[in-house]
């Protein structure tokens, strides 16, 4: 510093007072210049400037906020409790992500931020969540129904024909192809594709479905309903020429199939042999389906091989089994014995589904005897004895016959009383409520669903023109008021049922709406009325109460011919008000404008 400050004094010494002074005024000058630099390079630097020089007067700014401004906090249920802070680099979107940091690709701010890690927002359908991917599936294929609870079905255990088509999705190729999509799709695919099978119950198809099973163990575990059907013909072929023993089609025109014997099967499977493969290669089956077919003098389905009659076997035990569908009954289950068989085969069967093609007096006297030993472990039982929905002049004599040997009411009764569900289609009266009633016991009753449609109310010492049925019969429609009554009445004892649905379908009503039915669901009633109806229900369950009540179908006349003309007021919507007083308008003939 001395050195300096001597440097400068000698200086100033050889160079005279006048030139002392200019040199020390350049030099201040200097000094200020080099200040002033100091602090605007100062002021563009920080965030904060001031204007080094004031500028044009400008319209006053609002006062600053106070610092101790505390922001308020984000509630708890916002997803994201902090600000994310933006992206503080300006990259060049001309270059590539391994761009060098240089001057021309990238400006770095001056201020200190955390760096954040963009993630890539391209994502590939298999990074989507799973959740997506089945909604996809399920808008491509439908909806899938559970196996093990009947109760993901509209009303539980009301119809067996939902379960035909509850799992079963299309087997088109375009479809199938979409497994190829990626090695998630791959699987969920397969779960649709293989949840519900159909196989013919002959020796050649089993055999075909055991070697593709084992040839792909993986789809064995995708089977949650099985349905097996046996054949109840074969077309007869016959040789072209003496020699030839080849077998040729017969010949098909758009008329059917020309010039073409058929004659019963002989490559049929046994009961035996179905249980045992659906036994062995699908462990996670919890629905089977028994088709029996329906033709004149079928063949009745064997049980077991021929074998003596001391030396009887069971059939092979299915323990993953939950619900039994049985389909042309007649041809499978003709007596007590046979779902004896069957049912200790099912060791965890829960709901029984049975249905024959056509009515007759055998299906109900079978039926009769085969519920008297119904296993407790049943507690949802679906019966449709016919499945005619059409209105009958008179009673039909197969009908008398069982009339002649037993009272079928009393023996549906009976087995309803230890079920959860019952639902069955045939012909009832009063008296199954009545038998309800008296078997059931109000502090152990688990009776939840009655669901009945009726072909005809049975009549004790009915005259022939006098049994039939539809809604000009006003014997049929007295006989569907008692019908309610019953089971209104049955509704004291029976505590625990949440639906009761009775109702009459028929197929050729000239006003399908004025079919009569009654329901009572979720504390409401609907369907027919009448006055002594209303009163029971106050009496039996004072919460219930009517949707509607409407007191008549809709504009009623005459023609010039004297036929009864209704313009009904529900051309399209469903009828929840049905006055049983006003089916007595409709006996006389309708005309519907």
């Known amino acids: 510093m001395k050195i300096a400050v001597?440097?400068?004094?000698?200086?100033?010494?050889?160079?005279?007072?006048?030139?002392?002074?200019?040199?020390?005024?350049?030099?201040?000058?200097?000094?200020?210049?080099?200040?002033?630099?100091?602090?605007?390079?100062?002021?563009?630097?920080?965030?904060?400037?001031?204007?080094?020089?004031?500028?044009?007067?400008?319209?006053?700014?609002e006062p600053p906020k106070p610092v101790d401004f505390i922001p308020p906090t984000r509630p708890s249920s916002t997803p994201f409790p902090n600000a994310q802070q933006g992206q503080t680099d300006i990259r060049c979107l001309a270059c590539h992500p391994d761009c060098p940091g240089t001057d021309d690709c990238m400006v770095t701010s001056p201020v200190s931020s955390p760096v954040v890690v963009e993630q890539d927002p391209v994502m590939t359908i298999a990074q989507l969540p799973a959740e997506i991917h089945e909604c996809i599936l399920d808008h491509i294929f439908g909806y899938r129904v559970s196996t093990t609870s009947p109760s993901s079905l509209n009303i539980p255990s009301v119809n067996a024909r939902s379960w035909s088509t509850a799992l079963r999705h299309s087997r088109r190729k375009e479809l199938s192809n979409l497994a190829l999509v990626c090695p998630l799709w791959r699987d969920l695919i397969q779960q649709r594709l293989y949840r519900h099978i159909k196989l013919k119950a002959t020796v050649r198809c089993g055999n075909d479905v055991m070697a593709f099973f084992v040839q792909h163990p993986h789809l064995r575990m995708y089977v949650k309903h099985i349905e097996v059907w046996f054949p109840v013909f074969q077309p007869k072929f016959h040789s072209a020429a003496l020699g030839d023993t080849s077998l040729a089609l017969p010949t098909v025109s758009p008329e059917g199939i020309a010039s073409a014997t058929y004659a019963l099967p002989t490559d049929n499977a046994t009961l035996e042999e179905v249980f045992y493969l659906v036994g062995m290669q699908f462990p996670e089956a919890r629905v089977m389906t028994l088709e029996g077919g329906e033709r004149k003098k079928a063949p009745r389905v064997k049980f077991n091989f021929p074998c003596p009659t001391w030396a009887t076997r069971n059939l092979p035990e299915i323990p993953s089994i939950r619900t039994l569908i049985v389909k042309g009954q007649w041809n499978i289950i003709r007596q007590a014995k046979d779902w004896e068989v069957i049912s200790h085969a099912l060791p965890n069967l829960e709901e029984w589904h049975g249905t024959y093609a056509k009515p007759k007096s055998k299906s109900y006297l079978s039926m009769a005897s085969t519920i008297d030993k119904l296993d407790p472990k049943i507690s949802s039982l679906n019966l449709c004895l016919e499945c005619d929905y059409r209105r009958e002049v008179t009673c039909p004599p197969y009908y008398l016959k069982v009339c002649e040997q037993l009272h079928w009411c009393e023996k549906l009764a009976k087995a309803a009383s230890n079920l959860e569900h019952i639902s069955y289609t045939g012909r009832v009266c009063h008296g199954f409520f009545d038998m309800l009633a008296r078997f059931s016991d109000p502090r152990i009753s688990r009776l939840k669903t009655i669901d009945l449609t009726v072909k005809n109310c049975c009549r004790q010492n009915a005259q022939w023109n006098e049994s039939g049925s539809g809604i000009t019969d006003m014997h049929f429609i007295s006989a569907f008021e008692q019908l309610v009554l019953g089971g209104i009445k049955a509704l004291e004892r029976l505590k625990s049922v949440e639906l009761l649905r009775i109702r009459y379908v028929d197929l050729d009503s000239p006003i399908p709406p004025l079919n009569p039915y009654f329901m009572i669901r979720d504390g409401w009633c609907s369907g027919v009325w009448s006055d002594n109806i209303v009163a029971e229900i106050n009496r039996v369950r004072p919460d219930l109460h009517f949707e509607e009540m409407v007191e008549s179908f809709g504009e009623v006349g005459y023609n010039k011919e004297g036929r009864l003309v209704i313009s009904p007021d529900f051309?399209?919507?469903?009828?929840?008000?049905?006055?049983?007083a006003n089916y007595a308008m409709l006996s006389g003939g309708i005309t519907i404008l």
């Open 571 to 580: 051309p399209k919507s469903r009828v929840l008000s049905l006055k049983l």
């Open 6 to 61: 001597g440097a400068r004094d000698s200086s100033i010494f050889h160079n005279g007072d006048g030139a002392a002074i200019s040199d020390r005024d350049r030099a201040r000058d200097e000094d200020e210049d080099e200040g002033s630099a100091t602090v605007e390079l100062a002021a563009i630097m920080t965030a904060t400037s001031t204007p080094v020089t004031p500028g044009p007067a400008s319209p006053p700014l």
